[in-house]
């Protein structure tokens, strides 16, 4: 593989995770992990510029396709039942998950790539940049693992606790109507 197609690869999955931000962003409903999502999204963007004038400076042309991110995929039955039969909070958690599948994924990959191009004896800025995007990957991936059962423990004990809110008031409804 030329350092070009590398590079491209790299921008490839970057511009899926570009697309994936932008959808967790719009769905997640746990600020704390919209702020981290905003500025991951933003260093993302970062990063496809990196790529792309590395991209450039070797005299190709950047990739605007988008490769596939690695996630696992549930059998039909199944995901169709964990859709519907899921709270917000819940499905909160579950794709904090992915992200962390995702970013730990990134970074192995960069990981490979660095290596093949320090192999090839590649160019020195190409291998810069992946080292750059690399980086920045690690820190979000570490973040979500060190961070996720902290916030999934918070959605869960907030799902609870409203749970118990709703059922004192019904109770509190049927006591009204019945005496
Ligand atoms: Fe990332």
Avoid: C
Avoid at 51 to 69: D, H, S, V, W
Avoid at 121 to 135: G, R, S, T, V, W
């Amino acid at each position: 593989m030329t350092t070009l197609a590398g590079l491209n690869l790299a921008l490839s999955y970057e511009n899926a995770a570009v697309d994936r931000l932008e959808k967790r962003l719009s769905e997640s409903i746990d600020p704390e992990v919209k702020e981290k999502l905003n500025r991951h999204l933003t260093l993302t963007r970062e990063q496809q510029e990196r790529l792309k004038e590395r991209i450039r400076a070797l005299g190709g042309e950047p990739i605007a396709e988008l490769g596939r991110l690695p996630m696992p995929e549930p059998p039909q039955s199944l995901k169709a039942m964990i859709e519907s039969g899921s709270t917000p909070n819940e499905r909160e958690v579950w794709e904090s998950l992915n992200d962390l599948i995702i970013e730990k994924a990134e970074a192995i990959m960069y990981e490979g790539g660095i290596q093949a191009l320090e192999l090839l004896k590649a160019d020195k800025k190409a291998i810069k940049a992946l080292e750059k995007n690399l980086k920045e990957e690690k820190g979000f991936g570490d973040w979500l693992q060190k961070n996720n059962p902290r916030i999934a423990k918070r959605l869960m004990k907030k799902q609870l606790e409203e749970k118990k809110k709703k059922e004192k008031a019904e109770e509190a409804a049927v006591t009204a109507t019945t005496t």
